[in-house]
């Protein structure tokens, strides 16, 4: 392993950056001493810098894993792009004949990049557990922790696959973690005495503003105004997939030179990849989109993130408002609010976990099929929560969790089953008020009368930067807003090409 002193020899050789950005040499200078880490750092920080460099630094294979296909994509792609060819990403969209030809040559990789639920596949694990790991990466680690605002039943599972491969050295990366949701993510993933690396999430180029609005009429017509104004690009988050829908409609009758689209977790996914990269080549003006989109996006020109729906918290918020204004410009978080959009949210809330009735035919379900096979009985589960595959897979997980399903079959200990309804009712008992109260959270940030980015950021206890106009309560005023425009769309498009033809004839990718 080469010694700290090399760093900046390896970052000017591999990236050409002759310093690093706040955080990156601290994570991994403890990264190089195989020692667990957790790192919160602001979006845009280069979090991937933290294990792409150690990984090319050293012998054996670092292991990513990352929720989203593009993230996986655009990784790989840029990584080339410099000349480092050692690196793969494992997804849906790779033929089953190729993924075989992959497995078979996983040695040759320096970097994999894997969805949390294909590693969890055996054929995978036991090629991978032929390797030398060096590095375990879990990024967009609040996805573990069931506090945190992406809730994903995979990412708990990584602490038993992480087991599985010899419990190499952990690096769990995030862009917001409150104390409670970092404690959270080293809990379940058993490495309590993991090294902490938090760094602030203020990012002052960004122009916090609310708006408060009548009626859905009112809100509808002041996006249009707001998007007529400047030609950048521009996110616009929804909670309704058909409310997304809808609005892209207005945007193209009454905005006809913007190019809108939406995008939503109910498309297809290669048309979903497709929206990704026409907006990342600045083919596209304004997205619509729900929280399916921009985990792990790197567009530096983003100007403008409106939500025309608030999200459930504060931390959703500043994941989603942090993706604007990367390249250090000034950019808007726009949130335009509706007293009717807390049902909304509510009832979001609501539907995030199995009614109390449908737990009461579980128990019912699992005393009458004690000892039976479980996936031959899934389709039953499936009525039970009325075909809802979240609510499935969500009681999937505790039933596993809590030993009701063992060896694929039901247990036949009744006790054990009533004991299980009584905690996994408690559980969501608990799980809704929490949700409940960081939606009350968002609700009074939203109607704070003092400092929008004093309130957000001391909810992370996080240092902020004071500033003189830094949002709508301390006298920003989007009517005498600026924002660099965008070039036209097929000018930004061409240049764009242009800069990666240019790149790849210079290293020959």
């Known amino acids: 392993m080469k010694t700290k002193n090399n760093l900046f ?175 959270d993510i080293l809990d379940i993933l058993h490495r309590p005495q993991a090294v902490r690396h938090i760094f602030s999430v203020d990012r002052p180029n960004i122009i916090f503003s609310v708006e408060s609005l009548n009626n859905e009429d009112e809100k509808l017509d002041r996006l249009i105004n707001v998007l007529s104004r400047f030609r950048v690009p521009t996110l616009v988050y929804f909670s309704s997939r058909i409310k997304c829908e809808l609005v892209v409609e207005e945007i193209r009758k009454r905005l006809p030179y913007l190019r809108a ?91 995030r976990f199995p009614e109390r009735d449908s737990i009461m035919q579980l128990e019912y379900f699992l005393l009458q099929n004690k000892r039976k096979e479980y996936h031959s009985l899934k389709s039953n589960l499936l009525t039970i929560v009325r075909n809802n595959e979240i609510h499935l897979q969500f009681l999937h997980y505790h039933l596993e969790k809590h030993g009701i399903i063992n060896n694929n079959r039901i247990i036949e200990d009744e006790q054990c089953i009533i004991n299980f309804i009584n905690d996994i009712l408690l559980h969501i008992n608990i799980r809704h008020k929490t949700k409940t109260n960081k939606l009350m959270d968002m609700l009074q940030w939203l109607q704070s009368k003092s400092c929008l980015r004093s309130y957000i950021y001391n909810y992370f206890d996080s240092n902020y930067e004071n500033l003189v106009v830094c949002c709508s309560n301390c006298g920003f005023s989007i009517e005498d807003w600026q924002p660099i425009e965008a070039k036209s769309i097929a000018e930004s498009a061409e240049l764009n090409w242009r800069r990666k033809l240019s790149k790849l004839l210079l290293t020959g990718v």
């Open 9 to 183: 020899t390896y970052l000017k050789r591999y990236f050409q950056y002759d310093k690093f950005k706040t955080g990156q040499k601290e994570i991994i200078e403890d990264v190089l001493k195989n020692k667990d880490v957790l790192g919160v750092l602001p979006t845009g920080s280069g979090k991937s810098l933290c294990y792409q460099l150690p990984a090319l630094m050293r012998e054996g294979t670092t292991i990513v894993i990352t929720p989203l296909i593009s993230l996986m994509i655009d990784q790989v792609r840029e990584l080339k792009i410099r000349g480092i060819r050692d690196v793969v990403a494992l997804n849906s969209f790779i033929s089953w004949r190729d993924r075989q030809d992959i497995y078979t040559n996983l040695s040759k990789y320096k970097i994999v990049y894997i969805s949390p639920e294909l590693i969890q596949h055996n054929l995978l694990l036991n090629s991978l557990k032929k390797l030398h790991i060096n590095l375990f990466v879990i990024d967009e680690a609040h996805c573990i922790s069931q506090w945190g605002h992406e809730f994903r039943m995979d990412y708990l599972r990584l602490k038993d696959v992480i087991t599985h491969l010899g419990n190499p050295p952990i690096l769990a990366l995030t862009a917001t973690a409150t104390k409670e949701v970092q404690d």
């Open 261 to 351: 689209s939406f995008y939503h977790g109910g498309m297809d996914s290669l048309d979903r990849l497709t929206i990704q990269q026409q907006f990342m080549n600045d083919q596209i003006d304004v997205i619509c989109c729900t929280s399916a989109f921009g985990m792990g996006i790197n567009k530096q020109n983003l100007r403008q993130v409106i939500h025309y729906h608030f999200p459930i918290d504060l931390e959703s918020y500043s994941q989603e408002v942090g993706r604007a204004g990367r390249d250090g410009l000034p950019s808007l978080g726009l949130v335009l609010y509706n007293q009717a959009d807390l049902s909304l949210q509510k009832h979001i809330i609501h539907q």
